[in-house]
């Protein structure tokens, strides 16, 4: 008799865990399916979205490459013929010879003048990383631009013989520099931490 009344019991609480487990599966399935609704939408989305959206998206990245690549090839001509190792720098004002050698001269220069905080020299120079020692020698080749670091302490002066260096200010120099564009003296640059510190013309 007991075991009668069980079976009754066990079937039932069979069958409620059959329906559970049925709406258990059920609920996953359904939102298995809503993601893979949510999904396809963006999907869609994605391909409806106006083509020129990316067209103006391509335009701006090509246009900061280009800027990028202009300010970076800017820099690197502007660099090319800057002048920023210590040591000295010395041509031949022989304005006719266009920065060209004649004979025993190695080296001359033709075109001068001042762009913000930076001396322009047009033509060709020598330079003696030890100052004192002539005999090392490194050519530096004719260019329009060589351009030197100048500041306010930078001497700008005419030395020749036993008499005293005449200082001009930059300015001065300039012109000075126009008067003797083919007398054959010497345009000499000392350059220390980068910098332009003595401009001379010397006899």
């Known amino acids: 008799?007991?075991?009668?009344?069980?079976?009754?019991?066990?079937?039932s609480l069979l069958a409620l865990s059959l329906v559970g487990c049925d709406g258990k599966q059920m609920g996953l399935t359904d939102k298995n399916a809503e993601n893979q609704?949510?999904?396809?939408?963006?999907?869609m989305n994605?391909?409806?979205?106006?083509?020129e959206d990316n067209i103006d998206k391509s335009k701006l990245e090509n246009t900061e490459d280009k800027k990028e690549n202009s300010d970076k090839d800017k820099k690197e001509s502007e660099d090319k013929n800057l002048h920023t190792k210590d040591g000295k720098y010395?041509?031949?004002l022989?304005?006719?010879?266009?920065?060209?050698?004649?004979?025993?001269i190695t080296s001359t220069a033709y075109a001068y003048k001042i762009e913000d905080d930076k001396l322009v020299i047009s033509g060709s120079f020598d330079y003696?990383?030890?100052?004192?020692?002539?005999?090392?020698v490194e050519e530096i080749k004719n260019e329009e631009d060589h351009k030197?670091?100048?500041?306010?302490?930078?001497?700008?002066?005419?030395?020749?013989?036993?008499?005293?260096?005449?200082?001009f200010t930059k300015e001065d120099f300039l012109k000075y520099l126009e008067e003797c564009k083919d007398t054959g003296l010497a345009l000499i640059i000392y350059?220390?931490?980068g910098i332009a510190k003595t401009v001379e013309i010397s006899s």
Request: hydrophobic fraction near 35%; proline fraction near 6%; avoid cysteine.
């Open 37 to 43: 609704i949510a999904e396809a939408d963006e999907d």
């Open 46 to 51: 994605k391909e409806n979205k106006p083509a």
């Open 191 to 193: 350059v220390e931490d």
């Open 148 to 167: 030197f670091v100048i500041n306010d302490k930078t001497e700008f002066q005419a030395v020749g013989g036993m008499a005293p260096a005449q200082k």
């Open 94 to 104: 022989i304005a006719k010879l266009k920065g060209e050698a004649d004979d025993y």
């Open 90 to 92: 010395v041509t031949t």
């Open 1 to 11: 008799m007991k075991n009668k009344l069980l079976k009754p019991v066990i079937l």
């Open 128 to 136: 003696h990383e030890d100052p004192d020692n002539y005999e090392k």
